[in-house]
């Protein structure tokens, strides 16, 4: 084989390994790549009493006339975003919750949680009312 061809097989090879790489870890449209997760798309949740909730630091939780929000631990308080989707949906109420009051009941948009656990991550809360 001269070398003519062996130019023009290593130039096939080359391009071939480039769009493999490109094809396997390129640019994707998020509503068709199965390996992403959707961290911006509000999850639904239809909650009842004694039902728990689980909110992840910066992903929203829609419930029935609600959206939360945790954003995490500020002054030794969790910092959790209240939205009120019939009243005033473009402003988040902000509630500092002090950690200790776990066995209280705690008023976020009108309803009642109750504080089962939690960390830097993520909070579990408990609707009672």
Excluded: C
């Excluded at 084989?1 to 480039?18: E, K, V």
């Excluded at 959707?38 to 728990?52: C, N």
């Excluded at 200790?100 to 909070?123: A, C, D, Q, T, Y």
């Amino acid at each position: 084989m001269g070398w003519p061809a062996r130019i023009f097989l290593m130039a096939g090879l080359l391009i071939s390994i480039t769009g493999l790489f490109y094809f396997m870890l390129g640019p994707k449209d998020p509503a068709y790549d199965w390996r992403r997760t959707r961290v911006g798309e509000p999850a639904d949740a239809a909650v009842g009493i004694g039902d728990r909730i689980v909110l992840h630091k910066d992903q929203d939780i829609m419930l029935p006339k609600l959206k939360l929000v945790y954003r995490g631990l500020q002054n030794d308080r969790l910092l959790v975003e209240v939205t009120l989707l019939e009243m005033d949906p473009d402003v988040a109420y902000r509630h500092r919750i002090d950690p200790s009051r776990s066995k209280s009941e705690i008023k976020l948009g009108g309803r009642g949680f109750r504080l089962n656990s939690w960390s830097r991550s993520r909070v579990h809360l408990e609707l009672v009312r």
